[in-house]
């Protein structure tokens, strides 16, 4: 869809990746078809080398900070060096959705 498109290109242009998923899971977050709510990205990028994994996280969270502000409601992130993705290409599981919505309170 055209958010998945913008997300794409955007993290293309910031980060140079050399490995780049853009997985939209809205439907297994209990949204309307064609939501574009929640995603999921693998990014593999030279940008990350000596990085913690906060700072690869805040920029991926700068290039996408329209998009963060408005209709992506989720972002689970794998940011990982070239080499680091060449000696373990893995993605962890993401767990599954709990349902609820950032606009929701809950109690302690």
């Known amino acids: 869809?055209?958010?998945?498109r913008t997300i794409?290109?955007?993290?293309?242009?910031?980060?140079?990746?050399?490995?780049?998923q853009v997985l939209d899971e809205s439907s297994r977050h209990g949204g309307p078809p064609g939501a574009e709510t929640h995603f999921a990205?693998?990014?593999v990028s030279?940008?990350?080398?000596g990085l913690p994994p906060l700072q690869r996280h805040?920029?991926?969270?700068?290039?996408?900070?329209a998009e963060l502000a408005g209709p992506l409601h989720a972002l689970a992130i794998v940011a990982k060096t070239p080499q680091q993705w060449e000696n373990d290409p893995h993605v962890p599981p993401r767990p599954p959705c709990l349902g609820g919505s950032?606009?929701?309170?809950h109690g302690d």
């Open 1 to 4: 869809g055209p958010l998945a």
């Open 8 to 20: 794409r290109t955007k993290l293309d242009a910031a980060l140079q990746p050399t490995h780049l």
């Open 41 to 43: 990205v693998v990014v």
């Open 46 to 49: 030279g940008h990350f080398a």
């Open 58 to 65: 805040r920029l991926i969270h700068a290039a996408l900070r």
């Open 102 to 105: 950032k606009h929701e309170r």
